[in-house]
Structure formats: structure tokens, C-alpha cells
């Protein structure tokens, strides 16, 4: 039940209040209606009883006054349509009736001349085939039965006019009514998109330029129009934008001359290495200036992350093809599955950087790397397996966390800065993507960036 109600139940805010609004007016007016008809039809039963007492008692007392032998003739004279009489000779009887009836003989007893307000009187509702062929005739007539009233009143001592009334059935409810349902509920509906359109278009575009700030793109500004709810989140976006863009641009300002301070130091100390007589000593301060330059880079790059290069339209399949033959001029490890083109929009120095990371990686810690491209509905992976003993579940998670280092030396020759996996994590997630890790069944790691198709050139 749940899952019907998600696939016919309409995902959009304006698709949604259009629903629920003509529903509550179709819903509404039903239960107007319902009101009224239940309220028409108390009212017309009273009233038609009261109608069909008094025809009934002034028939009655009509036939009081006319000779005994005329009264035959003037009771069949009086008998058409759903109106029957006929005349019952003999000692009254008492009929069994319940409260209803109880209350509408009393008052066809009060109808009656005074003299005759002391003798019996009955009043009998009866269901639809109560009297059989009688039904049958008159139905032939109409347009059915829907009940059978039967009133006895005291004519003379001795004589009871026995009067029966075949009710009709109810007309249905008239079109004019639907036709009126219809014409509200599409008045409401229009109304109800035209206030749906001036929120759920304002909040489209918030969730749109959210989306966009995500995958790591220039943040749009928002027009601040719309109800004042809508108005005052787009102003909060805004200015959170703003923040953010101020902070980014700080940030790079600060990296920037932090970079410039440090390697201005470290040249000079590259310089005074060159008047270190003991080559021992000079050897060795020259790794560890080489191992600082390293990480210092190392350090720069990962604290910029993603985002600040502008996007554009490349090959993905030969940008990867690239790298590889870079690797492969190098005599690296690497196994490359051409592929057909796959044009992308996206920053691609970033994305060489990212790619360029996992195939080493593949290289330094499972001698060898295997790199191909896989397309789906949604994204495009770039997949890097190696040969190596792979990464514990455990371990999967923490490796992308800056500076951390599965392997034990803390040497960047063996284990590099720990920086990699996190610049290749900040990478993918700035172009909506991400990166997974998994063990081979046959042994090794799989490394798959994934890219989402939406970055896609059109």
C-alpha cells in the first residue's frame, strides 16, 4: 500500500497542492451536498406526509356525506396515479404500529370531524412490495416504488376508508450540481497553481543553486521575490553565499602566501646545502629539504580541494589515456582498456590530479595498475584495480582522512604524505561524485571515482 501511495502520490510542492486543494473543495462540496440532501429530504417527508394525511382525512370526510350506494363509484373515481382507495366494511380493528406510525395516526385523528376522532384510526409505512400486483401496475407508470403508506380512517359507523400511496423513488442527484462541483474544483485548482507556482518556483531554484554549490560550481545568487517566507530564505542563501565566497577567497589569499613564505625559506636553505663540505651531511639535508618541499606541496594542494578551477567541456577517455602514457614513458606498472570518447564538463586538471593519485597509488602499494571506464544510467566511473594485499573494512573509511598512512615507516618514499586519497575524496565530491574502495574477490583493491551524468556535456 505504502509503495502504490509513492507511485501515484505526485512529488512535486505544486503538483501536491493542486492535489490536496481540489480534493478538499471536491471533498467539501460533497459533504455540502450530502448536508443538503439529507436536510431536502427530512423536509419533504414531513411535508409530504402531512399531504397525504389531509387528502386522506378530507377524502374521508368526503365520503361521509354521500349516500351509501355512490360511495363505490366515488372511491373509484378518486383512485389514480399513486393514489388508491377503497372502502373496508365491519367492526374496526386496532392495528399493531410503532412509535412513527403511532405519532402520524394522531395526527390524522386530529384532522377528522370531532365525532369521528374517538374511533379507530391506523397508519401502516410498508416496504416497497408490500402489496404485489398493486406495486407491479403502478411501477409500469413510473419510475418505481420506494415505499407504501397506508392510511384507515372512520367514514361512517361501520365503514373505514382504507387509503393507499405508492411514494415514488427520489430523483437523483441533478447534473446542474456536478456540473458546479466540477466548475469549483477547477476554479480552486488553478487558483491553488498559481500560489503553488510563486513558492515552489522560488524554492526550485534554492534547491537548484544548493545543488550546484554542492558539486562545487559558482554559487548563483537568488531572486529575493515571492511570499515572505520564500523572500527571506532566498536572502539567507544569499548572504550565506557571499560568506562563503569571502571565506574561500581568504582562504586562498592565506595558502597562497603561506606557500610563498615557505618556499622562499626552503630554496635558500637548498642554496646554503651547496657550501656543506661533508657530502654525508649535505645528502642528507638535502632529502629532508626534499621531503619538506613534498609535503609542503602535498599540504597546499589537499587545503585547496576542490573548486577552484573553472569547468570545461574535455574527453574524459583520453584524458585518462594521457595519464597513463605519462606512466607508461615513466616504466610504471599500468594496464590501460581504451574506450570511446566520453565527453565531460568538468575541471579537468582537478580530475587528472584525482585519476593520477589512484593509478600511483594502485602502483606504489600493488605493483601494478589496471584503469578503465564504465558508463551507466546515472554515473561514470573511472575504475583502478591493483594486485596488492587490498585494504581492511576497517581501514576503508580512515584512509581518507588527512595524514593517515596504512603503512608504518612514516616515510614519504614508502607511504607518501597520507594526503592522496584525501584530495582525490575532495575532488570527486566537488563535482557531485565520490569514491569508493573495495577488496578484489581475487585479491586487491579497487579504487572507483564516480562522476554523476549530470556533468555530461549536452
Avoid at 439529507?38 to 365520503?63: I, N, V
Wanted: charged letters at 25%.
Amino acid at each position: 500500500m505504502r509503495r502504490l501511495s509513492r507511485f501515484w502520490w505526485p512529488k512535486t510542492l505544486a503538483a501536491q497542492l493542486i492535489v490536496v486543494t481540489a480534493a478538499a473543495v471536491m471533498l467539501s462540496n460533497l459533504g455540502i451536498a450530502l448536508w443538503f440532501a439529507s436536510s431536502h429530504e427530512r423536509q419533504t417527508e414531513s411535508a409530504l406526509m402531512e399531504r397525504l394525511l389531509d387528502r386522506a382525512a378530507s377524502a374521508a370526510t368526503l365520503l361521509s356525506g354521500i349516500p351509501h350506494r355512490e360511495r363505490q363509484a366515488a372511491v373509484r373515481t378518486m383512485s389514480s396515479g399513486p393514489w388508491h382507495f377503497r372502502l373496508k366494511f365491519g367492526k374496526p380493528t386496532a392495528e399493531p404500529m410503532d412509535a412513527k406510525e403511532t405519532a402520524l395516526a394522531a395526527r390524522a385523528r386530529a384532522m377528522l370531524p370531532t365525532v369521528r376522532q374517538k374511533e379507530p384510526v391506523s397508519v401502516r409505512l410498508l416496504p416497497p412490495n408490500a402489496r404485489g400486483d398493486m406495486v407491479h401496475r403502478h411501477s409500469r407508470h413510473g419510475r418505481g416504488v420506494a415505499g407504501i403508506v397506508e392510511i384507515t380512517l372512520p367514514v361512517v359507523r361501520g365503514t373505514e376508508l382504507v387509503t393507499t400511496v405508492f411514494l415514488p423513488r427520489p430523483e437523483p442527484w441533478p447534473l446542474q450540481f456536478l456540473l458546479a462541483a466540477l466548475v469549483a474544483m477547477l476554479t480552486a485548482s488553478a487558483v491553488a497553481a498559481f500560489v503553488a507556482r510563486r513558492v515552489a518556483r522560488p524554492l526550485s531554484k534554492l534547491a537548484d543553486a544548493a545543488s550546484e554549490v554542492a558539486r562545487g560550481g559558482d554559487a548563483p545568487r537568488l531572486p529575493e521575490l515571492g511570499p515572505d517566507d520564500v523572500r527571506r530564505a532566498a536572502v539567507a542563501f544569499n548572504a550565506m553565499t557571499d560568506q562563503v565566497t569571502r571565506t574561500l577567497e581568504s582562504q586562498r589569499q592565506l595558502l597562497s602566501a603561506v606557500g610563498h613564505d615557505l618556499r622562499t625559506p626552503i630554496t635558500a636553505m637548498r642554496i646554503s646545502t651547496e657550501f656543506i663540505a661533508d657530502d654525508e651531511v649535505r645528502e642528507r639535508i638535502e632529502k629532508n629539504l626534499e621531503e619538506l618541499q613534498t609535503l609542503t606541496e602535498a599540504v597546499l594542494t589537499a587545503a585547496r580541494g576542490a573548486g577552484w578551477e573553472k569547468r570545461r567541456k574535455i574527453d574524459l577517455a583520453a584524458l585518462v589515456d594521457s595519464i597513463c602514457a605519462d606512466l607508461e614513458e615513466m616504466e610504471k606498472s599500468v594496464t590501460w582498456d581504451s574506450a570511446a570518447a566520453v565527453p565531460v564538463s568538468c575541471r579537468p586538471n582537478e580530475i587528472r590530479r584525482a585519476i593520477r593519485n589512484l593509478i600511483e597509488n594502485a602502483i606504489a602499494y600493488g605493483k601494478s595498475a589496471h584503469v578503465r571506464l564504465e558508463e551507466d544510467d546515472g554515473t561514470i566511473a573511472i575504475i583502478v584495480e591493483d594486485e596488492g594485499p587490498g585494504i581492511a573494512e576497517g581501514d576503508r573509511a580512515r584512509v581518507f582522512e588527512p595524514f593517515v598512512r596504512l603503512e608504518g615507516s612514516r616515510s614519504l618514499e614508502t607511504g607518501g604524505a597520507g594526503l592522496g586519497l584525501t584530495l582525490v575524496k575532495a575532488i570527486a565530491e566537488g563535482h557531485g561524485g565520490s569514491i569508493e574502495l573495495a577488496n578484489r574477490p581475487g585479491g586487491g583493491l579497487r579504487a572507483i571515482l564516480h562522476l554523476p551524468r549530470e556533468a555530461r556535456a549536452a
